[in-house]
């Protein structure tokens, strides 16, 4: 064999090991998942392996799911899995003195208890745009300065996306600066300011919930267990809190998302404050006018993102959906 | 003896470039391609939908101008009386249509590739299309759908009758694009197309 072709050999077999490589780095962190019946646990260690992230759950012992995607980002796995077990997901930042404490907290999740720890989080309702594959751990926080941990946590929770869990009985004074970066990042050092560990798990929560009036106060932010949108459920939120999350999360978006979110926004803010001063009474029904002249306001908007909803599922799971409209239909 | 060496054969190293060249035009050219294939796709399916309405139209208007029931699948059905309601294909043959016209080419090539499942929609249901039950019996003069704030009347226009099949937020379409979409069926007889990256989690 001549030099050349030596040499062309060589050149080829490292292009092939460059492609090679590309395309197992541009995979890395894709999720695929064939599961028919199979038990919940075994699908969260398959994605935890595939992934490298902590995934807990209450969802009973026993759970089965079925399930497929084929080397999708992580969240929208994560979605698929949710839809498929009724479940919704976030991900939390859990901060105690040690990684015991956490490992018993989140056995304490598991188990459905939710005694001497604070979480907190604002529970943002679903708006067009603010939601799909945006992955909560790409998110920013630029601290301000607070005294203590948990009012630290207290500010994460209003700045991203996501739970910050804390036991109530651990709150040291910080007195570090904290620079802006990534929210892991900045909790990873704000563990070191407070001399505790600190951990990101994913968490898959069953739709079985408290009430919401249970548990959010008028602060709009809570220590109990978290919830989902409060916007039916007549509880008194503070809607400058939730307003300023999801104005964070709008800052955040793609600058092609961010025009449209923004003026859905602007639009419902701008509703809310010609009722605010109303009687409760007179204010849920314009809430609910609202709602129901949603369809003739952005007609093409209502039914996309019901096509949205519908496509989110399963076939299994829109026939079990059609069965009930059916039989509620005839049912009248 | 010595050898005698071809001077009208290719080197070794040659043939390596020109592999390497053609190889490069090649993944210049093939996504060009895949786009072409899949808007003649979307062109093909969204064509179906459209020939499908006038068979629901026309269905419809042989039911008293009321909507009628479809059946998806006998085998998971969604009626209590699934035996008496007519299937989208049983639909389509009774009205003189062919079932050809339930095949949309993008399910058939991208069977199992988002959604694991083995086989294409069409295989699976007799269909790639999926009947939304929201309105059956409801009358074209004034459909209504029912929400958490009471019946609300819902212009032709907005009145979604069909759609391709899509799973866990995958559709047919632009699959590996800006966002895979899936087309939906309209009772005034418009077919648009839903992009579905985006959808709740």
């Given amino acids: 064999m001549t030099n050349r072709a030596r040499f062309a050999l060589i050149a080829i077999a490292i292009l092939s090991a460059m492609t090679f490589a590309w395309r197992l780095w541009s995979e890395l962190g894709l999720v695929t998942i064939d599961a028919d019946s199979a038990p919940l646990d075994r699908v969260l260690r398959s994605i935890e392996k595939q992934t490298g992230i902590a995934i807990a759950t209450d969802a009973p012992t026993g759970t089965t799911v079925t399930m497929h995607v084929i080397r999708v980002p992580l969240t929208r796995a994560l979605r698929v899995l949710a839809t498929a077990t009724d479940a919704t997901w976030t991900v939390a930042y859990l901060v105690a003195p040690d990684a015991t404490e956490i490992r018993a907290e989140l056995g304490r999740y598991a188990d459905g208890q939710t005694t001497g720890w604070k979480r907190f989080t604002i529970p943002t309702p679903p708006m067009p745009g603010l939601t799909g594959s945006h992955d909560p751990r790409e998110d920013r926080w630029q601290p301000q300065p607070e005294e203590n941990l948990h009012a630290y946590l207290e500010q994460g929770a209003r700045a991203v996306e996501g739970q910050f869990w804390v036991p109530d009985d651990f709150n040291p004074v910080i007195n570090a600066p904290l620079s802006a970066n990534r929210v892991e990042f900045v909790v990873r050092d704000l563990a070191q300011a407070a001399d505790a560990t600190a951990e990101r798990v994913f968490l898959l929560t069953t739709q079985s919930r408290p009430e919401p009036t249970e548990v959010v106060p008028a602060a709009g932010i809570t220590g109990g267990p978290p919830v989902g949108a409060p916007f039916f459920a007549g509880v008194p939120v503070d809607r400058a809190v939730i307003d300023a999350q999801i104005q964070a999360r709008i800052d955040q978006m793609p600058a092609e998302q961010?025009?449209?979110?923004?003026?859905?926004?602007?639009?419902?803010?701008?509703?809310?404050?010609?009722?605010?001063?109303?009687?409760?009474?007179?204010?849920?029904?314009?809430?609910?006018?609202?709602?129901?002249?949603?369809?003739?306001?952005?007609p093409g908007q209502m039914d996309a993102r019901m096509t949205q909803i519908d496509a989110s599922q399963t076939v299994e799971q829109r026939i079990e959906f059609f069965r009930r409209v059916v039989r509620d239909r005839n049912a009248e | 003896m010595t050898a005698k060496r071809n001077r009208n054969a290719f080197t070794l190293v040659e043939l390596l470039a020109a592999i390497a060249v053609v190889g490069m035009l090649a993944s210049l050219v093939w996504p060009s391609a895949i786009r072409a294939r899949d808007a003649a796709d979307n062109a093909r399916c969204t064509s179906n939908l459209r020939q499908l309405g006038v068979v629901i139209q026309t269905a419809t208007n042989d039911n008293d101008n009321r909507f009628p029931e479809i059946e998806n699948d006998r085998s998971a059905p969604i009626h209590d009386n699934a035996d008496e309601v007519m299937t989208l294909p049983e639909l389509v043959l009774a009205q003189g249509g062919s079932v050809d016209l339930l095949r949309c080419p993008a399910d058939v090539r991208n069977a199992g590739s988002a959604t694991g499942r083995v086989t294409s929609y069409y295989q699976w249901k007799g269909s790639s299309y999926e009947w939304l039950p929201f309105f059956e019996g409801e009358t074209t003069a004034n459909p209504t759908i029912r929400g958490p704030f009471g019946t609300l009347p819902v212009p032709l226009s907005r009145v979604r009758l069909v759609t391709d099949y899509a799973e866990n937020g995958e559709g047919p379409h632009n699959r590996g694009g800006s966002g895979s979409s899936t087309n939906v069926l309209y009772a005034d007889g418009s077919v648009r197309k839903v992009v579905l990256d985006g959808g709740e989690r």
Avoid: Y
Avoid at chain 1, 269 to 284: M, Q, S
Avoid at chain 1, 285 to 294: E, L, P, R, T
């Fill in chain 1, 258 to 298: 961010r025009a449209s979110a923004q003026a859905a926004f602007d639009e419902g803010k701008a509703f809310f404050n010609t009722i605010e001063a109303l009687p409760a009474i007179e204010r849920e029904g314009k809430i609910a006018d609202h709602f129901a002249n949603a369809m003739e306001r952005n």
